[in-house]
């Protein structure tokens, strides 16, 4: 597709980066994300997303907006509570950028639903705020060899990989849900909102990265970030030929 007047000039500093340039722009354009959580994290990833040009961008999250969330969830407002947290992005997304077409999923994503969801796109970024969630999209799009990004976040501190078919997934690392109450929830240990603000963006950058043809992907990396002390380090991980979800000998 070739890029109009008003799109050279709105993306004019995408198109100068080294690597990305009118091509890359042109696959933004023409490509198809799924943001799972309108929460803190899909906040900062939907924002950038659709600044960037991506051109459809679905957004699933099954709840409404509550006071509470506005601390950290800075793509609702105080006028948004009460209102599906999908409407409320999307009307948000429209404003800030018309060239993005958005798909709303106005449901929790479970077990039944989730592998039609995932279909449509071609990166999926887990924005979501319980085990529960991450082990199911993480099975679901390594069935369907979907690239998807990983995040969850934590009073001061983050993680982020990006899976690809072949690579370390979630359950390399993690294994399997913890049980109830082994980890708190961001209700009980808090959470700064800045905090998923800073790791929504770098999502976002990977899947922009991705969609775009860019490399240095967090794929086989976990990244941990400590907000606190302002501290980063990437640690290794493999696939695990144990995984009973990515070997490659497991009838998936």
Not at 88 to 109: C, F, G, H, Q, T
Not at 170 to 195: H, M, W
Request: aromatic share 8%; hydrophobic share 40%; proline share 5%.
């Amino acid at each position: 597709m070739a890029l109009s007047e008003s799109q050279l000039a709105r993306y004019g500093c995408n198109i100068a980066i080294d690597g990305i340039g009118k091509d890359g722009q042109e696959k933004l354009l023409s490509s198809r994300a799924l943001v799972i959580g309108a929460g803190g994290l899909g906040s900062a990833a939907l924002f950038y997303l659709s600044a960037a040009g991506v051109g459809t961008i679905g957004v699933a999250d099954g709840d409404t907006v509550d006071i509470s969330n506005l601390q950290r969830q800075i793509i609702h407002n105080g006028d948004d509570v009460g209102r599906f947290k999908t409407d409320s992005a999307r009307e948000k997304i429209n404003k800030l950028n018309p060239d993005a077409r958005v798909a709303v999923y106005a449901r929790r994503v479970d077990a039944s639903g989730i592998s039609g969801l995932i279909g449509d796109y071609d990166i999926v970024l887990d924005c979501t705020d319980n085990f529960t969630a991450k082990f199911l999209i993480n099975d679901a799009c390594v069935a369907a060899k979907k690239p998807f990004v990983h995040c969850g976040v934590l009073a001061w501190s983050g993680q982020i990989f990006t899976y690809l078919p072949g690579r370390a997934c979630y359950r390399c690392v993690f294994k399997d849900e913890p049980a109830p109450g082994a980890v708190p929830t961001s209700a009980q240990a808090g959470i700064l909102g800045a905090v998923p603000g800073v790791f929504g963006s770098l999502q976002a950058a990977e899947a922009i990265k991705y969609l775009s043809g860019q490399a240095g992907l967090l794929t086989d990396r976990l990244l941990i970030g400590d907000i606190a002390g302002m501290e980063f380090r990437t640690v290794p991980i493999r696939p695990d030929p144990a995984c009973p979800v990515c070997f490659r000998g497991h009838p998936l």
